[in-house]
């Protein structure tokens, strides 16, 4: 059974940082693209970012270019995302998703439960 | 960026069939996605390049279209269909949501 459990989510100040783990279980990680999508409080979803199986293409939305890393370790099955300089709109809960296709990111067919961000003084 | 629009809410009887729209502002081929989200938890795929099940899902649940209108059928409705849809697509540029439709059992 494909397993995606986040952790590290919680309350931060404007402008800090904090970092998302995502451990995957029940498929070999290495051979799927891996992405977060966020969903803002009683909002839609928004795709925030991708890495390839090797980690060696990543791919983000404008918005968080330059402040978030999205980073993965294959040997531990282990899906990262490192944000900094977090505003009050990056507030979301924040899901790790695997991608089932390669190349560029295309859909998201396992999905975590979910780990909240707050970003507020 | 491509912007995916669908109806807010629905509300429809079991055992009906229902269909949810979303429109792109531009093609998108066939590269729309469909997802269900109950309260309370994360998103489920239930449809992917336009017109496949994915595993698991029901058979009542099908999806057409391509270019810039897509539809999800559901027929028949059941009680526990009541969630929101959201339609994805993975043609242009950033990979867009639409804004969901919630989906009410009468």
């Known amino acids: 059974e494909v397993q995606l459990v986040e952790s590290g989510g919680g309350l931060v100040q404007p402008g800090r940082s904090m970092k998302l783990s995502c451990a995957a279980s029940?498929?070999?990680?290495?051979?799927?693209?891996m992405a977060w999508v966020r969903q803002a409080p009683t909002k839609g979803l928004e795709w925030v970012a991708t890495?390839?199986?090797?980690?060696?293409?990543?791919y983000y939305r404008d918005s968080v270019k330059g402040r978030f890393t999205i980073s993965r370790d294959n040997a531990k099955s282990t899906l990262y995302l490192q944000m900094n300089s977090l505003r009050s709109e990056d507030t979301a809960t924040y899901y790790c998703?695997?991608?089932?296709?390669?190349?560029?990111?295309?859909?998201?067919?396992?999905w975590g439960q979910g780990v909240m961000v707050t970003v507020s003084s | 960026d491509t912007v995916l629009t669908q109806s807010p809410a629905l509300a429809v009887s079991p055992g009906e069939r229902v269909t949810i729209s979303c429109k792109a502002s531009?093609?998108?081929?066939?590269?729309m996605h469909w997802y269900q989200q109950k309260p309370g938890q994360q998103p489920k795929l239930l449809i992917y390049?336009?017109?496949n099940l994915a595993s698991g899902v029901p058979a009542r649940f099908s999806g057409s279209g391509s270019g810039t209108d897509f539809t999800l059928t559901i027929d028949p409705v059941e009680a526990d269909d009541t969630a929101t849809y959201f339609c994805?697509?993975?043609?242009?540029?950033?990979?867009?949501f639409g804004g969901g439709t919630k989906l009410e059992l009468k």
């Open positions: 029940g498929f070999t990680f290495s051979s799927f693209p």
């Open positions: 890495i390839s199986t090797s980690g060696g293409s990543t």
């Open positions: 994805q697509q993975s043609w242009n540029g950033p990979r867009t």
């Open positions: 390049k336009a017109s």
């Open positions: 998703t695997r991608d089932p296709t390669t190349g560029i990111p295309h859909y998201f067919d396992y």
């Open positions: 531009e093609s998108v081929s066939t590269r």
